[in-house]
């Protein structure tokens, strides 16, 4: 029992004088100085203000000199003002409008015939495709449920199927 004893006497007396060779103990942690902001902070606030008070003087500055330009003085002529002069002329002819143009019936769909590729329709009771002509009728377009007519006369017309 007295080796333990003198192993923890040894260890008390090792602690009490410090690790030999080892680094020096650290210092203390020292609080915050009180009452003070740092000043770095002081002098970015200040930059921000100051470059805010600079924009807005050559604002007001630039506002100032446009309410204060003169204005250009007024033309002054000496040409005598002009008089309209009216003559008696005759009206204008009339002119009828045109004619509404009149298009022949337009062709019935008695059913559609859908494929991606190929689709016709009955129209009239002929099979026809899309470029195909019925009459003074083209077809120009074939969906699931309609037919797309142009006439010779340039109007175009979707008919539905069923309606």
């Known amino acids: 029992m007295s080796m333990i004893n003198d192993a923890l ?27 003070g902001a740092n000043p770095a902070w002081i002098i970015i606030i200040a930059l921000i203000v100051i470059s805010g008070a600079v924009v807005a003087f050559l604002l007001t500055q630039r506002l100032v000199k446009k309410a204060t330009a003169p204005a250009p003085p007024p033309r002054i ?5 002009v008089v309209p002069v009216v003559t008696n002329l005759p009206p204008p002819p009339k002119t ?16 559609i015939l859908y494929d991606s590729v190929h ?22 377009a074939i969906s699931h449920d ?18």
Do not use: C, Y
């Not at 002529?77 to 003002?81: A, E, F, V």
């Not at 004619?99 to 008695?110: G, H, L």
């Open 9 to 35: 006497k040894r260890a008390q007396e090792s602690q009490a004088t410090g690790p030999a060779g080892g680094p020096p103990p650290l210092p203390p942690v020292m609080p915050p100085p009180k009452g």
């Open 119 to 140: 689709p016709t329709a009955i129209l009239n009771k002929k099979t026809v495709g899309i470029g195909d002509r019925l009459g003074n009728f083209k077809v120009t």
């Open 77 to 81: 002529t000496n040409t005598p003002p």
């Open 146 to 163: 309609s037919v797309t007519l142009l006439h010779t006369n340039g109007i175009s017309r979707e008919i539905f199927f069923g309606k």
């Open 96 to 111: 009828n409008p045109p004619a509404p143009v009149e298009v022949e019936p337009w062709p019935k769909i008695q059913g």
